[in-house]
């Protein structure tokens, strides 16, 4: 790892001095207390704790470095010299080590990263068995997110008559859903022998996942009333554990775009217009936001793409027991509990990547 550059000192200096006039704040409060002020100073200590820390350690044992090399200087006893060196190569370690902290702490943070995200799992290729492959990656993506601490909501669900989904629509809550789930987005596809094929055969089949981070109230997104059509229905389905069926669903449809989205769990008519409303605003600023990086020119494909078999991130081979995410060229056993919620390995290799290639891009030349 190389060296901290002067441009990098700079900035971590600044967020030291940030870092204490917001201690000094927080413990020497001035006039009247002021909820929305403390909240964000305490948001805003706690995106600085880590940094600081490591760079205040850093300082010292630069500090320490100095001083070993002082004594070094000065000749003296044999054994105190060793003792010295010995010393010395320890903290030259530590040094190298903590840059390399900084430097991965320094990357820039994916500002959605805290959101909480809406999860939309479309049957691709393959018919029944597609279906019911979503259905099993809805529950793996659920069983994920509960281990992690966070709160799994149905938004909305369309059953198939042979099992699984044809589309289902949940909200992830809690411990930074979009830093965990962002990589989902994309076509999975299945390669297993569906328990309603008589010969034994092999079937490949694909589903799309979605993930779309919650949008900030104060983020404009024009939506005409005009544009909006709206129908109510009557929730339908299974159930279970997710599932809190309701008399009054709403379906909304964006004229201007096509879109559609469906909120069934809440009891009333209002909530369930407003968790639909919240999943449309995300889909939208999602579009916009996909427009805009088109027209800069950085073209980039849409999170679910078309279903085809061909575009896809992640492959389930059951026969061979092994789970292979094609972005990182990376294979995973253990298909049974990857299924089962047991995402994790896969999820921090794609965290790490997406860290190297921030950090690559952070040392390229303009």
Partial sequence: ????????????DTMVRRFDEIEAELA????????????????????LEETV?????????????????????EGGD??????????????????????GELHVLMVPKDPNDDKDVFIEIRAGAGGDEAAIFAG?????HMRFAESRGMRVELVSENESEAGGYKE????????????????????????????TEAQGRIHTSTATVAVLPEVDPDVQIEIKPADLQIDTYKASGAGGQY??????????????????VASQQERSQMQNREKAMQMLRAMLYERQQREKEEAMGSLRRSQVGTGDRSEKIRTYNFPQDRVTDHRINQSYGNIRGVMD???????????????ARLLAGEAAPA
């Fill in 1 to 12: 790892m190389a060296e901290l550059n002067e441009s990098v000192l700079a900035r971590l």
């Fill in 28 to 47: 020497n409060p001035s006039g009247a207390f002021d909820q929305e002020r403390y909240t964000a100073l305490v948001k805003e200590r706690a995106q």
């Fill in 53 to 73: 820390n490591v760079y205040r350690r850093y300082r010292k044992t630069l500090a320490e470095i100095e001083g070993s090399e002082a004594l070094l200087s």
């Fill in 78 to 99: 044999a054994e105190l010299r060793e003792l010295a060196e010995e010393e010395l190569r320890t903290l030259r370690d530590r040094r190298a080590q903590l840059e």
């Fill in 136 to 140: 099993d990656l809805a529950r793996m």
């Fill in 168 to 195: 289902i629509v949940f909200a992830v809550k809690g411990d930074s859903p979009y830093r965990w789930f962002k990589h989902e987005s994309g076509v999975h596809r299945v390669q297993r022998v569906p328990a």
């Fill in 243 to 260: 599932v809190n069926k309701t008399e009054s669903a709403i379906r909304i449809t964006h004229v201007p775009t096509g879109l559609i």
């Fill in 341 to 355: 919620g047991a995402l994790a390995p896969i999820v921090d290799d794609l965290l790490k990547d997406e860290q």
